[in-house]
């Protein structure tokens, strides 16, 4: 059983850079793609980015290109997501999510889920 958990979540002010965290147990993170969604209230959940397992491949949501950056640490089985020059729009909960093959922006093809963590951008 894959279990995630996302931490790193704060208020920031507008402009503002935030590191989000994606750790994993039991399991080596590097089997696995990784996806990072956010939700905003009243809104459907959408996908910022994500880091394919076997090359490491990036693909990023038109929202977030050249402000978000996906990497990924082996030592320390995680998966991060830089936040930068973060907008009010950014303001959602962010999960991150893993499953085997490349990764992709669509949520329903991830199996495993982390419990979100709060992203606030505000002044």
């Known amino acids: 059983q894959v279990q995630l958990v996302e931490s790193g979540g704060d208020l920031v002010q507008p402009g503002g850079s935030l590191t989000l965290s994606c750790a994993a147990s039991?399991?080596?993170?590097?089997?696995?793609?990784i996806g990072w969604f956010r939700q905003a209230p009243g809104k459907e959940r959408e996908g910022v980015a994500c880091?394919?397992?076997?090359?490491?491949?990036?693909y990023y949501a038109d929202s977030v290109k050249g402000r978000f950056t996906v990497s990924r640490s082996k030592a320390r089985n995680t998966v991060y997501l830089q936040m930068n020059s973060l907008e009010p729009e950014d303001t959602a909960v962010y999960y991150c999510?893993?499953?085997?093959?490349?990764?992709?922006?669509?949520?329903?093809?991830?199996?495993?889920w982390g419990q979100g963590t709060q992203v606030t951008v505000s002044t």
């Open positions: 039991g399991v080596t993170l590097d089997d696995y793609a």
């Open positions: 880091i394919s397992s076997t090359y490491g491949s990036t």
């Open positions: 999510a893993a499953r085997h093959g490349v990764g992709v922006l669509w949520s329903h093809v991830y199996d495993y």
